[in-house]
T-cell receptor, first 110, second 112 residues
Framework: RKEVEQDPGPFNVPEGATVAFNCTYS??????FFWYRQDCRKEPKLLMS???SGNEDGRFTAQLNRASQYISLLIRDSKLSDSATYLC???????????FGTGTRLQVTL | SAVISQKPSRDICQRGTSLTIQCQVD?????MFWYRQQPGQSLTLIAT?????????ESGFVIDKFPISRPNLTFSTLTVSNMSPEDSSIYLC?????????FGAGTRLSVL
């Protein structure tokens, strides 16, 4: 089993739709969780951290489910500009490194 | 967040040669990392660049192939040695740690 797994998609959704992605992780000792956004031919950019209590930033909501070992990202009222690949990242333990999922591609259409 | 400058932004190299990629940060940072992103793939950590000591390499990556320098808290280099077409990839440096990491713009390397 991979350390961090994501559905690669693509998710094709119309503008205004709500879309959700999940990301599962295998190490129950994982401590920190993040969602990154990566546009084509660009570097990943931090979208939001994922806290145990959940985290909301405008149209974006991130949740952590420790019991089932997954994190989720919900995007409401999708915009064309939300089209990108969304990478989840997990700190697997005490070291400082991050392990990334393969990313979920989102395409928002008119 | 830190401003991270990475260069070159892209290069086309002949097999058997080596390329050194530079990563400069506008503030002192403890942790610097080097990642590789192969076409259509996610990011794979190559190594953690440690200031004043040898880099810590991940499984599958060795110092002879990817020597790393970290002379101070704002700068690091990654060399891709004796390149082959399989080394064609995007190489990214990042700074931060387990609580947050930020990335440079990456170096797009093509090996012919």
């Amino acid at each position: 089993r991979k350390e961090v797994e994501q559905d690669p998609g693509p998710f094709n959704v119309p503008e205004g739709a709500t879309v959700a992605f999940n990301c599962t992780y295998s190490n129950s000792a994982s401590q920190s969780f993040f969602w990154y956004r990566q546009d084509c031919r660009k570097e990943p950019k931090l979208l939001m951290s994922v806290y145990s209590s959940g985290n909301e930033d405008g149209r974006f909501t991130a949740q952590l489910n420790r019991a089932s070992q997954y994190i989720s990202l919900l995007i409401r009222d999708s915009k064309l500009s939300d089209s990108a690949t969304y990478l989840c990242a997990v700190n697997p333990g005490t070291a400082s490194k991050l392990t990334f999922g393969t990313g979920t591609r989102l395409q928002v259409t008119l | 967040s830190a401003v991270i400058s990475q260069k070159p932004s892209r290069d086309i190299c002949q097999r058997g040669t080596s390329l050194t990629i530079q990563c400069q940060v506008d503030s002192q940072v403890t942790m610097m990392f080097w990642y590789r992103q192969q076409p259509g793939q996610s990011l794979t950590l190559i190594a953690t660049a440690n200031q004043g000591s040898e880099a810590t390499y991940e499984s599958g990556f060795v110092i002879d192939k990817f020597p790393i320098s970290r002379p101070n808290l704002t700068f690091s280099t990654l060399t891709v040695s004796n390149m082959s077409p399989e080394d064609s990839s995007i190489y990214l440096c990042s700074v931060g740690g387990k609580n947050i990491q930020y990335f440079g713009a990456g170096t797009r390397l093509s090996v012919l």
